[in-house]
């Protein structure tokens, strides 16, 4: 079984920062790419970032100067890096994280538990 465990969220004042961390554990064999999602109250759920195995890096527009993703292959762990928080990114935040077997080139994704960010005064 695998399982993405994740841990760092809670609560933080505007312009802090928290660091979320995604380990990967269980049965997986290569990690493929790595994301984070976060949802809103009465909001879908939204990608913030990813990142490839060779580290392409994708972020939204809102979170642009202000959060990093970075990866540890080694530790399967994918980290989220968020400094200079608004209360506009509360939300639960959820891990991803895929794998293509090869046998058959079908693509699993993986998703973590999701955990709470909350960012008020």
């Known amino acids: 079984q695998v399982q993405l465990v994740e841990s760092g969220g809670g609560l933080a004042q505007p312009g802090g920062s928290l660091r979320l961390s995604c380990a990967a554990s269980?049965?997986?064999?290569?990690?493929?790419?790595m994301g984070w999602y976060r949802q809103a109250p009465g909001k879908q759920r939204e990608l913030v970032a990813h990142?490839?195995?060779?580290?392409?890096?994708t972020y939204i527009d809102s979170v642009k100067g202000r959060f990093t993703i970075s990866r540890d292959n080694a530790k399967k762990t994918v980290y989220l890096q968020m400094n200079s928080l608004k209360p506009e990114d509360t939300a639960v935040y959820y891990c991803?994280?895929?794998?293509?077997?090869?046998?058959?080139?079908?693509?699993?994704?993986?998703w973590g538990q999701g955990t709470q960010v909350t960012v008020s005064s």
């Open positions: 991803n994280a895929k794998e293509v077997l090869a046998s058959t080139f079908q693509v699993i994704d993986y």
């Open positions: 269980g049965s997986i064999g290569s990690v493929g790419a």
């Open positions: 990142i490839s195995t060779s580290r392409h890096i």
